[in-house]
């Protein structure tokens, strides 16, 4: 059978090829589109394990992805450092961090803005590579904080011409980037660049190593003042637990604490928050991934089938020769799941190949293309080719062999 | 019931209908073949002579019979699975259009049979196709050989499994005569070595005297 499948297969080349292409194609978008939300999910999740903290704590109605605003007041960043137990306070850190955002390297970036002082626990293990840590004499800040600055109608950095004049000596400490190497890299960024963040020119004073939490990072005041005039807000916490306290329970303590306007999650369980963020749009990923695979497969019933009209005849043959109707059956399955292999082959291919493409055209999109979707993409284009070619496959088991036979 | 009958066909009725209209084409024959004979079936044409041999061949049931039997087996009322068996194990057949299949080489639409039964097929295969000539050719694929080399290719096939019945429509039919002739050697040859039982159809007089019994239809009759 599979002589004759493949035999059949080599008669007709360019509509084999065709058929193999349609179903790579189904196959490259599945991979793809799994790769893409995979990749990058895990990417982020990588990132958020850097930081040195054991609790997440995000306002309880924001998705974990798109959290937004600064939902937390001064007043939560004080609980959070009273909660305690009979040895103290449960959080040797919190970790305020305000979201910003900020077009770089082609694409909208989320902007942390961490305390410089905090910046320790963002980095790990990891080097400075250029530059350095921003405003580490925290000479704006302090310069806020003391109230010594002439007032000025809006804030420091409200961007009128009198606050630009008037605090001028400081902003320079203020207006600081650090980013990661892979932005660096791709956006070519070079110490002292400049970039536009809402109505404010930031400079570029660091660069660190890949893995960081963020890809760009501001000094928090610096962005309180910018957002939301000075106001001691946040948009997430991190909490870096004392050393002999167990994380889950502790997180419990502190949910117990803040009730239900507030989620505490491990840090550990951020991946899993992640693709729960991201089921519906995994789901539509899937449902398009497996309308276009259907759509392939259909293909591949049409070749069958047009196989099956155009060699009546020679079923016929193999009928008259002892061919069972299982057997015919058998041949079409034969053929449709050669012809979903090599569309499977063709897809992976096709794969590396938009992953290429997409890194060329978005470089800090990552695409992971592992061997469990490899694994996936060959059963369900076995399987896929196998029910294709059940149809046709039935059609031609009830060939009357006599009529085939005659058949011109 | 006779042992030594290959084929046993009494009674025998077919009617075609095409869009509701019966067009009946076997009336009433009875036909009984020795193991071993070969028999020449002439008749004009239309006269029911390849329904004969699709029945006795059986890829086409008989509308009635009172009796079909070969090698003393009882053929009416077997399913489609225990006919295939009976074509796959005691029948080859010869078709005036060769009916090769046309994407495998020769040598792969010889060893068809063996392979169906799941034989192996190496020397035998290459001692046949060089028996009928056509050493040099198994590679090639049915389109590329000359209809007499095409006819020799499909008579090898149809013998290579050794079936107890041989049946053949028409055989020489697009053959010009001396491939005709060839063709009809080769096959009365087999027939004396392998000691088939032959059924040949045709309407080539000059054919007929190889055969041990020749048997005249007209209008789904046999006549005197």
């Known amino acids: 059978m599979l002589v004759l499948a493949w035999a059949n297969l080599t008669h007709h080349k360019l509509r084999t090829l065709l058929s193999a292409l349609a179903v790579g194609i189904g196959i490259m978008l599945m991979l793809v589109s799994r790769g893409l939300a995979g990749g990058s999910l895990a990417e982020v999740n990588e990132r958020m394990q850097s930081v040195d903290a054991e609790l997440v704590v995000l306002p309880a109605q924001d998705n974990i992805i798109f959290t937004s605003g600064a939902p937390f007041r001064a007043s939560h960043e004080r609980h959070l450092r009273r909660v305690s137990d009979e040895r103290g306070p449960l959080a040797a850190a919190v970790i305020p961090v305000f ?44 310069q806020v904080e003391s109230g010594a600055l002439p007032p000025v109608s809006g804030g420091p ?29 791709v956006g070519a960024y070079g110490l002292g660049d400049e970039v536009q963040i809402m109505g404010q020119v930031f400079r570029i004073v660091g660069v660190v190593e890949t893995g960081v939490a963020g ?34 329970a502790a997180a419990d303590v502190f949910q117990r604490q803040f009730g239900a306007d507030v989620r505490v999650e491990l840090k550990s369980e951020y991946g899993q928050l992640l693709r729960a963020s991201f089921a519906s749009v995994n789901l539509y990923m899937t449902a398009s991934s497996s309308v276009a695979l259907a759509a392939c497969f259909l293909f591949i019933l049409l070749t069958v089938y047009t196989m099956v009209i155009e060699h009546t005849r020679e079923l016929g043959i193999l009928k008259a020769l002892g061919v069972s109707r299982l057997g015919l059956v058998r041949l079409a399955v034969v053929e449709a799941v050669l012809i979903s292999a090599g569309g499977v082959a063709i897809g992976i291919a096709l794969a590396f190949g938009a992953r290429e493409l997409i890194v060329l055209v978005k470089p800090l999109l990552t695409v992971d293309l592992t061997a469990k979707h490899f694994l996936a993409a060959v059963l369900i284009g076995v399987l896929g080719g196998a029910l294709s070619a059940l149809y046709p496959g039935y059609r031609a088991a009830r060939l009357d062999p006599a009529q085939a036979l005659s058949h011109e | 019931m006779n042992d030594d009958l290959m084929i046993d066909v009494r009674g025998l009725h077919h009617t075609y209908t095409h869009t509701g209209v019966a067009e009946p084409v076997l009336h009433g024959i009875d036909l009984q073949v020795r193991r071993g004979e070969f028999l020449v079936v002439m008749g004009p044409s239309g006269c029911g002579k390849t329904t004969l ?75 046949l196709v060089d028996r009928v000539g056509l050493g040099g050719c198994a590679h090639k694929k049915p389109g590329q050989l000359s209809m007499g080399q095409q006819q020799r290719a499909a008579i090898a096939r149809a013998v290579i499994g050794e079936p107890a019945l041989l049946l053949a429509d028409e055989p020489t039919g697009n053959l010009d005569s001396a491939n005709a002739a060839g063709v009809l050697e080769l096959l009365s040859d087999l027939h004396r070595r392998l000691g088939q039982t032959v059924v040949m159809i045709t309407h080539n007089e000059q054919l007929a005297v190889t055969a041990d019994r020749v048997l005249r239809m007209c209008d789904g009759r046999f006549v005197d």
């Open chain 1, 215 to 248: 890809r760009v990072f501001a000094p928090l005041q610096t962005l309180r003042e910018i957002v939301v005039a000075g106001e001691p807000t946040a948009s997430m916490y991190f909490i870096k637990l004392r050393p002999d306290l167990e994380p889950a």
């Open chain 1, 99 to 142: 979201f910003g955002q900020v077009q770089m390297a082609g694409q909208q970036q989320r902007l942390f803005g961490v305390d410089p002082e905090q910046m320790e626990l963002f980095l790990g293990p990891r080097r400075v590579t250029a530059g350095k840590l921003f405003d580490r004499a925290r000479v704006f800040v302090e």
């Open chain 2, 53 to 127: 041999l699709n029945i006795l061949g059986l890829v086409l049931s008989p509308t009635r019979a009172a009796a079909l039997r070969l090698a003393g087996r009882e053929m009416l009322g077997l399913g489609d699975g225990a006919r295939t068996r009976v074509r796959r194990e005691m029948i080859g057949f010869v078709f005036q259009r060769f009916n090769l299949l046309p994407t495998i080489s020769v040598r792969k639409n010889v060893a068809l049979p063996l392979r169906l039964r799941g034989l192996a097929a190496d020397g035998q295969v290459d001692r």
């Open chain 1, 157 to 185: 950095l409200s961007g009128s011409p009198q606050a630009a004049g008037a605090y001028a000596e400081y902003l320079a400490d203020g207006l600081e980037l650090v980013i990661d190497e892979r932005l660096r890299r």
